[in-house]
């Protein structure tokens, strides 16, 4: 089970075994110093921009909307879209919003599944970030690890339940009960002998070829973890998707792995720190720690873990986490506060005004 951490009342955590006492939790050990992890001044500010952009948009702004005003705040002139074949039509309405906000957008030739072909592209075009509008689940991890750039994603591709993929999470105890908790069961196991780069993309092509609209991405991932033959995932979430990550534990408990998990606001580092007022803060007038996504990215990374899931962190802050994990990191859930996570309805809203437009 997911248990609070003593260290880090704020956060939580994964115990490696149940006998294992709360002084033995690795969030109490060798705990990282965030004045060195954020001592690069690019690092800080990124890390600053998205807490500042959380609490702006804070219920108000879609991550649509989120992602555009980072770009903007981090000074962004050329933006990557990164997306797998059947999603060409979101990221090209991802790219409209952007240059309509004065951005130049790099958008790769085709939508193939091709992500170390289209990371090599946006390296070739020095994008300033780059953004997932919609990759298989193990295609975006590849991409991760061969893009230059700072990686956020927007759309965590969902082919069964049209891109919303916390819908499978919410109806985990009874229309997804048996597809999450029997269906992917494997009474053997494979030998995990590390996530190769083209090992990794041809199981994750094989998990989409098999799950094109029969699979959730939760149950894909699954699938993904059970052929590399990774047996301890990572799991850093957003402290406001606390019980999402939850069920998500269980499940993958119940599926024969070992989880670690860390939150987001891990180590309860006041946002004054990082130079907040108080008037910038989500709810002023109380205490407020910042996001610490290279806290998250370190403690798992000391867990060595075989296999990451990102799940609902800040857009700039899962950029953080992304680049920094060691291990293939694959986006569960992209968080809309105003969508209930269903990203992808904030570009079919924007082709609507599209539409509407005058010629």
Same mark, same amino acid.
């Given at each position: 089970m997911?248990?609070e951490?003593?260290?880090?009342?704020?956060?939580?955590c994964?115990?490696?075994?149940?006998?294992?006492?709360?002084?033995?939790?690795?969030?109490?050990?060798? *705990?990282?110093?965030? =004045?060195?992890?954020?001592? @690069?001044?690019?690092?800080?500010r990124?890390?600053t921009e998205?807490?500042?952009?959380?609490?702006?948009g804070?219920?108000?702004?879609?991550?649509?909307d989120?992602?555009g005003?980072? @770009?903007?705040?981090?000074?962004?002139v050329?933006?990557g879209f990164?997306?797998?074949a059947g999603?060409?039509r979101?990221a090209r309405?991802?790219a409209?919003?952007?240059?309509?906000?004065g951005?130049?957008?790099?958008?790769?030739?085709?939508? =193939?599944?091709d992500?170390e072909?289209q990371?090599?592209?946006f390296?070739?075009?020095c994008t300033?970030i780059?953004v997932? %509008?919609?990759m298989?689940?193990?295609?975006?991890?590849? *991409?991760?690890?061969a893009?230059?750039?700072?990686?956020?994603?927007?759309?965590a591709?969902?082919? *069964?339940l049209? !891109?919303?993929p916390?819908?499978?999470?919410?109806?985990?105890r009874t229309?997804f009960?048996? %597809?999450?908790y029997?269906?992917h069961?494997?009474?053997?196991k494979v030998?995990?002998?590390?996530?190769?780069?083209?090992?990794?993309h041809?199981i @994750?092509?094989?998990?989409?070829?098999?799950?094109q609209g029969?699979?959730t991405? #939760?149950?894909?991932?699954?699938?993904?973890a059970?052929?590399?033959?990774?047996?301890r995932?990572?799991?850093? *979430?957003c402290h406001g998707?606390?019980?999402e990550a939850?069920?998500?534990?269980?499940?993958?408990?119940?599926n024969?792995f070992?989880?670690?998990?860390?939150g987001?606001?891990?180590?309860?580092?006041p946002?004054?720190?990082?130079?907040i007022l108080d008037?910038?803060?989500v709810?002023?007038?109380?205490?407020e720690?910042i996001?610490n996504?290279?806290?998250q990215?370190? #403690?798992l990374?000391?867990?060595q873990?075989? #296999?990451? #899931?990102v799940?609902?962190?800040?857009?700039g !802050?899962d950029?953080?986490?992304?680049?920094?994990?060691?291990?293939?990191?694959?986006?569960?859930?992209?968080k809309? =506060?105003?969508? @209930?996570?269903n990203?992808?309805a904030a570009?079919?809203?924007?082709q609507?005004?599209?539409e509407?437009?005058?010629a």
């Amino acid at each position: 089970m997911i248990t609070e951490c003593a260290r880090c009342p704020t956060s939580v955590c994964r115990l490696g075994r149940p006998e294992e006492s709360p002084e033995d939790c690795p969030m109490r050990q060798d *705990f990282p110093d965030h =004045r060195v992890l954020y001592a @690069a001044e690019e690092v800080r500010r990124r890390t600053t921009e998205a807490a500042l952009i959380e609490a702006y948009g804070y219920c108000r702004w879609t991550r649509l909307d989120e992602v555009g005003e980072f @770009a903007r705040r981090m000074e962004c002139v050329s933006v990557g879209f990164g997306y797998c074949a059947g999603m060409e039509r979101e990221a090209r309405l991802a790219a409209s919003y952007l240059r309509n906000l004065g951005l130049h957008v790099e958008l790769p030739a085709g939508g =193939r599944c091709d992500p170390e072909g289209q990371a090599e592209h946006f390296n070739a075009a020095c994008t300033d970030i780059n953004v997932i %509008a919609g990759m298989c689940v193990g295609h975006d991890a590849h *991409f991760l690890k061969a893009s230059q750039a700072g990686v956020t994603c927007l759309v965590a591709r969902d082919t *069964f339940l049209q !891109h919303n993929p916390v819908g499978a999470i919410y109806a985990s105890r009874t229309y997804f009960h048996h %597809a999450l908790y029997q269906v992917h069961l494997r009474p053997e196991k494979v030998e995990w002998e590390g996530a190769i780069a083209p090992h990794l993309h041809h199981i @994750a092509s094989e998990v989409a070829h098999e799950g094109q609209g029969r699979w959730t991405r #939760l149950e894909e991932t699954i699938e993904l973890a059970h052929r590399l033959g990774a047996t301890r995932l990572g799991l850093a *979430f957003c402290h406001g998707l606390r019980e999402e990550a939850k069920v998500v534990d269980n499940v993958l408990q119940a599926n024969g792995f070992e989880v670690r998990s860390v939150g987001c606001k891990v180590g309860a580092v006041p946002k004054e720190e990082f130079g907040i007022l108080d008037a910038q803060k989500v709810r002023p007038g109380q205490p407020e720690p910042i996001c610490n996504p290279l806290a998250q990215a370190e #403690l798992l990374n000391k867990q060595q873990t075989h #296999l990451n #899931l990102v799940m609902g962190q800040c857009v700039g !802050h899962d950029m953080a986490t992304m680049r920094s994990l060691e291990a293939p990191t694959t986006c569960l859930i992209a968080k809309d =506060r105003v969508l @209930a996570h269903n990203t992808v309805a904030a570009l079919y809203a924007w082709q609507g005004q599209l539409e509407k437009a005058p010629a």
